[in-house]
């Protein structure tokens, strides 16, 4: 006789920018009926020409609301940069950070929330009511991981000599071309979880682990103090960012690098270890490895590629039947 699985209506999922913002596209659609709490990382968030920016928080917003630039994955559609153009002739830079004229307003409302005295949480939470509609109405909630100010920084060895730069530095305009001799979150230990983070986990059937970034996404979410032990404590089940020894998209590779972790999905499946991870999706790629799978993990192969929204919904039903097999 099958076993009966009971249905998974609360959903939580720690997610990064463009592959967290694309999986949840397709979560949704999978599961229309679940209500979704998204804890967004904070930790690739810059001050930027006296503003606040907050990409990967961004990102899900946009993306979620129907107004992200879909061929970029990131920034708005039908964008325009005249601000840029002309803070470039005041001498004003960055000049390597694209900020559009329409992301600029949300970052000026960001920022003069914050002055006002908002914690990020609350800021969040009222940018998302353009984008998601009133708050009460959501079936998806983003969380930003933390109110305090957590930066990635990345120590590298270049023409300057030894320094620590901003990950986006690292990752915009240096394009991870210089090798990273460590990755830290500064500010993470002293964090606390954002109002409703800890709640949220609590109240979960299942924690999602999209394929976003392991280090620099998930893996900064999971460094605030009380997160990685309350989601540890429910089913989690991850999708392989790392198709056949790659990353699907970005420079993951060149994070795991610097941590020592092989970029390959069993690898980054170990990183997150068994006491953290149940269920782990791998590429039908990556099949022939599954066999050798990390203790305490139940690995399954399937199609991991995002080609569209309804692949996507099918990669998102498959991490939703396991996490309901393995609870």
């Keep these: 006789m099958r076993k009966e699985t009971s249905p998974i209506t609360k959903i939580v999922v720690p997610a990064g920018g463009i592959g967290g913002a694309r999986f949840l596209r397709g979560l949704q659609r999978a599961a229309p009926d679940a209500d979704i709490t998204v804890i967004g990382n904070t930790g690739d968030d810059i001050s930027l020409f006296g503003l606040r920016v907050c990409p990967d928080l961004d990102t899900v917003m ?115 071309s210089v090798p990273a001799e460590s990755i830290v979150a500064v500010g993470a230990e002293d964090a606390k979880p954002a109002p409703g983070v800890l709640d949220a986990i609590a109240d979960a059937d299942a924690v999602i682990l999209p394929p976003s970034n392991p280090v620099v996404s998930v893996g900064t979410i999971l460094s605030v103090p009380g997160i990685r032990p309350a989601m540890a404590a429910k089913t989690v089940v991850g999708v392989s960012p790392i198709i056949g020894g790659a990353p699907v998209r970005g420079m993951a590779d060149a994070c795991l690098t610097a941590i020592g972790v092989e970029t390959s999905a069993l690898a980054v499946a170990a990183h997150y270890g068994p006491e953290l991870l149940d269920g782990w999706l791998v590429d039908t790629a990556d099949a022939p490895d599954a066999d050798a799978a990390v203790a305490g993990i139940t690995v399954r192969a399937r199609p991991l590629l995002m080609t569209d929204v309804d692949a996507t919904a099918d990669i998102a039903r498959a991490a939703l039947e396991l996490a309901a097999e393995l609870r």
Aim: hydrophobic letters at 35%; charged letters at 25%; one cysteine or more.
């Design 62 to 176: 946009y993306t979620l609301g129907g107004g992200i630039n879909e061929q970029q994955g990131w920034g708005r559609d039908d964008e325009t940069f005249s601000v840029k153009e002309e803070l470039a002739r005041y001498g004003v830079g960055p000049g390597w950070f694209g900020l559009g004229d329409r992301d600029f307003a949300t970052h000026i409302v960001r920022n003069q929330m914050l002055d006002a005295g908002y914690p990020l949480s609350a800021v969040t939470e009222a940018l998302c009511e353009r984008w998601l509609g009133p708050a009460d109405d959501q079936r998806l909630r983003l969380i930003p991981m933390s109110d305090d100010r957590v930066e990635t920084h990345v120590v590298i060895t270049d023409a300057q000599g030894r320094r620590a730069v901003h990950f986006q530095e690292w990752w915009v305009r240096l394009r991870a």
